[in-house]
């Protein structure tokens, strides 16, 4: 079973960054694209970020110009680059991996807290 390893949460000051990473515990050989979801306590998981299959980038109006996806083939490891941070970001933060066969895998999560 595929695992994801997530990293890079942690506390940050409002206005800060942070660079979440995510890397398969084995390569994944199936085409798949790559996500960055995220739930803050007492609200639904929400989609944050999407690299699809095709290589293209989709943001969730809330992130648009302050996040940014991305994927280092060579390293078998998914970013996501947190800029310009707010409160309101504070969240935990899971990875995503979806095959085109299917399969579907989750990170552990990562907690982000933007907070002065």
């Known amino acids: 079973q595929v695992q994801l390893v997530e990293s890079g949460g942690g506390l940050v000051q409002p206005g800060g960054s942070l660079r979440l990473s995510c890397a398969p515990s084995e390569r994944i050989f199936s085409r798949y694209s790559t996500g960055w979801y995220r739930q803050a306590p007492g609200k639904e998981r929400e989609l944050v970020a999407l690299?699809?299959?095709?290589?293209?980038?989709n943001y969730a109006d809330s992130v648009k110009g302050r996040f940014t996806i991305s994927r280092d083939i060579a390293k078998n490891t998914v970013y996501l680059q947190m800029n310009s941070l707010k409160p309101e970001d504070t969240a935990v933060y899971y990875c995503?991996?979806?095959?085109?066969?299917?399969?579907?895998?989750w990170g552990q999560g990562t907690q982000v807290t933007v907070s002065s």
């Open positions: 995503n991996v979806h095959t085109v066969s299917n399969d579907n895998y």
């Open positions: 690299n699809t299959i095709y290589g293209s980038a």
